[in-house]
């Protein structure tokens, strides 16, 4: 397990992170862990973030990675899978690895980050002066529609929530607005204007 502080889904010489759970299922069982193990300096080579799961029988297991307080998972599968994350951003989890009698398989890990966040507001500009400068007309306007992007303009999908696929929020009744949960990268904001 991997602090990726430029949020790219790949260790690049990053540190470890000691004190992470990390469980192991049988991909028969994914209710009850079959082991569980806590990441610490590798025991070989003294890096942080190293775990193992040892004498285990041929069969099909997954890996379940607890993210610790205040932290998000980086991408998956980002590039090689020998440097990448394999963890799922919203369960922590692998996919499946099978394993046959004598395996050993040095591949699976997780990247994690500190969120960012990027937001402020939108107003009436009242004398189009470009500056929010406290005229009583100059207020926020509550209701539109704010994409989020990525830097080649697709839109980024919500790292809060499984099940969407664009980050899309409204303005509240001063105007504001706040993409949190972010990986760390280039962004771009898109509002839609209003008809009226």
Known sequence: LWL???????????????????????????????????????????????????????????????????????????????TDSDANRFTGRTGTYTLYWRDSNQTVDA????????????????????????MPAEAGVQNVVVRLLNSSNVAVDDPNTPAVDTYVLNTDANGEYLFSGLIPGDYRVHFDLPSS
């Open 111 to 134: 990247g994690i980050v500190l969120p960012a966040s990027l937001g402020d507001g939108l107003w009436y500009d009242d004398d189009d002066d470009g500056v929010q400068d406290g």
């Open 4 to 82: 990726d502080n430029d949020g790219n889904g790949q260790q690049n010489s990053e540190a470890g992170y000691n004190g992470a759970t990390v469980n192991l299922y049988l991909s028969s069982n994914l209710v009850t862990p079959f082991a569980t193990t806590t990441t610490a300096n590798n025991p070989v080579g003294g890096a942080a973030g190293y775990y193992r799961f040892l004498d285990l029988d041929a069969g099909d297991y997954v890996v379940e990675f607890v993210l610790p307080p205040d932290y998000i998972f980086t991408h998956q599968d980002a590039g090689a899978d020998a």
